[in-house]
């Protein structure tokens, strides 16, 4: 893409990335400019929800090279583990209500949310994954995604075993008056939901660029012999992206348990919302998965908004088979394989 | 000795290609293994950087068992591999590449320094540093491959092949550059279908047909051997 840029900005706006871009602003702004401004705050704070689950689908695919549907489970593990911790928070916080804990508990439970994942995913490498992978890598991507949806369907059965089918939801993480911009009133949860995702894909984004752990994630999914040959320690690495994919999808689920109470298949609409993303960006890097993660938002809220409710699958699911028809390596898919360069 | 390799017997699941292969090389000697292809020099190169396990026999590195450490742990024993394929970060720049070469150093001082000597030994990776290393030239791979092997600063190095698909320059190229390295004191076997540059250029030789080592001796010698001529150079 860097080299596109220094072709000048008219020639970029002319490639896959450039028009899709360009399109999905002046869409976004047409449609705030007709419906208000709370459709471009919607698709803000689902883009970035959409962002955390879909870089940790990345880096399962371009590391691992696992398909992973069972995603939404560390989601949901996310927003479980979340709300466990924050109800008895907020218990506390009713009682005192100049604790500290009511800036820093939604911190906590989210933080939490956060680990719990990251815990579930080195569980899930130690009984699952780890276990396929030294028994036989023959046909490894169609058994690994099989692997993933059985983990799926357990994990799912397990919530609803122990925790029950309800819906365990909380009222809100911070109390007070909404945020105002301009003239639009947002409330604290969402553009927290905002800050959060943000600022971890920020992170996330310099550590994979910068830090020597960053780069042997990098060179592992670049070429796994030139990995281990340069002496990465294949194992430790592979549990690391396990345990940062599962982590990222977790704290979206735990810091949006304000929209999206707990339940068991709470994570289906995450998961497939960010396979649509991994589709239509393609596996080209981290700041093409986030691009994505707007669009799609965008599109899904646009759906909701102009065309019904029924239909926020439909309209992204016919989307991406024209993509898969006609541009397969998605919008951002890069030409040499690897994930997650720049 | 700096590699005792002993009855390694090796291959691919149940499919055995190396038998009793026994080799051994000196510090600081450059020793070359010829033979023709599909014969397992590939293969023993693997088995020795830990790429594959060995089904019996044993490695000694530096007076250390290495036998069916894995490649990460050979590396940081001090072997470097140059493979056939290179397994380039293709996606990362030249020095990004070089610095991976460097992964089990953490001093960022002593990653200078490897670089320093690389770049200085293959100028054209200078020039070159932050160009994407899959948009590069087969010999600049090449060189690019064997300056990553050089990043750690090895003790021993395995180079696979380093002409293949290369034009005659390139080749030339290629051997000057290991022969300084050899100059500056690094042990280097290796593995090559043209016999006749590698038996000019190495101090020891050995003859690998069907996973068997057939022929071993002073590169010179092997040169003269009837049988060498008559296989390998059709004389
Ligand atoms: N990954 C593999 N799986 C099965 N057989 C292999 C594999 N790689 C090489 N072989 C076989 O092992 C034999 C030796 O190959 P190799 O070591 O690459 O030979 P060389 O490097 O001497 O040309 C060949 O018959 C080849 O077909
Ligand atoms: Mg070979």
């Not at chain 1, 990251?118 to 890598?137: C, D, H, M, Q, Y």
Request: one cysteine or more; hydrophobic letters at 50%.
């Amino acid at each position: 893409m860097s080299k596109n840029m220094l072709a000048g900005p008219w020639f970029w706006m002319r490639t896959a990335p450039g028009i899709s871009i360009v399109t999905a602003v002046v869409v976004a702004v047409i449609a705030t400019v007709q419906s208000g401004p709370y459709v471009l705050v919607n698709v803000v704070v689902t883009g970035g929800m959409l962002a955390l689950v879909a870089t940790g689908l990345t880096l399962m695919l371009g590391v691992l090279n696992i398909p992973m549907f069972a995603h939404g489970e560390y989601f949901m593990i996310g927003s479980l583990t979340a709300y466990y911790i924050f109800t008895p928070i907020s218990a506390f916080i009713m009682e005192h209500p100049e604790s500290w804990l009511v800036t820093f508990g939604p911190i906590i439970a989210i933080l939490g949310a956060m680990i719990g994942g990251a815990i579930a995913g080195i569980i899930s490498e130690k009984l699952v994954f780890g276990p396929l992978r030294r028994r036989s890598t023959d046909n490894w991507v169609m058994n690994s995604f099989l692997l993933t949806v059985g983990v799926s369907v357990l994990l799912v059965n397990l919530h609803q075993l122990i925790f029950g089918a309800d819906f365990k939801g909380i009222v809100g993480y911070w109390q007070g008056m909404p945020v105002s911009i301009a003239d639009v009133y947002i409330s604290k949860d969402r553009a927290m939901a905002f800050v959060i995702s943000a600022v971890i894909v920020a992170l996330f984004y310099l550590f994979m660029t910068y830090t020597r752990t960053g780069m042997a994630i990098r060179a592992v999914s670049q070429d796994i012999t030139g990995a281990e040959i340069v002496g990465i320690d294949i194992e430790k690495i592979v549990m690391l992206t396990i345990s940062l994919a599962c982590a990222l999808a977790a704290v979206a689920g735990g810091s949006l348990l304000f929209m999206y109470p707990s339940y068991p298949t709470v994570g289906l609409e995450p998961l497939y919302m960010a396979w649509f993303v991994v589709i239509l960006s393609g596996l080209g890097n981290i700041l093409g998965a986030v691009a994505g993660a707007f669009m799609v938002a965008l599109l899904k809220v646009i759906t909701v908004e102009y065309v019904g409710a029924g239909w926020d699958f439909v309209v992204p699911s016919a989307l991406i088979m024209l993509i898969l028809i006609f541009k397969p390596s998605g919008i951002f898919g890069s030409d040499v394989r690897g994930v997650l360069d720049k | 000795m700096l590699l005792e390799v002993t009855n390694l017997n090796a291959g691919y699941g149940y499919l055995q290609i190396l038998r009793d292969v026994s080799l051994h090389i000196n510090k600081g000697e450059y020793v070359g293994i010829v033979g023709p292809n599909g014969a397992g020099k590939s293969t023993f190169m693997k088995t020795v950087a830990g790429l594959l396990s060995p089904m019996s026999g044993r490695v000694m590195f530096n007076g250390e068992d290495i036998t069916g450490l894995s490649g990460s742990d050979v590396s940081r024993k001090g072997i470097a591999f140059v493979s056939e394929e290179m397994n380039l970060f293709v996606n990362m720049t030249v020095q990004e590449n070089l610095y991976m070469g460097a992964y089990n150093i953490k001093e960022k001082k002593r990653q200078n320094e490897r670089l320093e000597f690389v770049f200085e030994l293959f100028p054209r990776l200078a020039e070159r540093k932050k160009q994407l290393a899959g948009t590069m030239s087969g010999g600049e791979r090449k060189m690019l491959a064997i300056g990553r092997g050089m990043m750690s600063d090895p003790s021993l190095m395995l180079v696979d092949e380093p002409s293949f698909g290369l034009a005659p320059q390139l080749t030339a190229n290629v051997f000057e550059s290991l022969d300084v390295l050899m100059k500056n004191g690094v042990t280097i076997l290796l593995v090559e279908q043209n016999v006749t540059k590698t038996l000019a250029v190495t101090h020891r030789g050995y003859v690998l047909e069907n996973g068997k080592i057939v022929l071993e001796g002073k590169s010179a010698d092997l040169a003269e051997d009837s049988y060498v001529r008559k296989v390998f150079l059709g004389v």
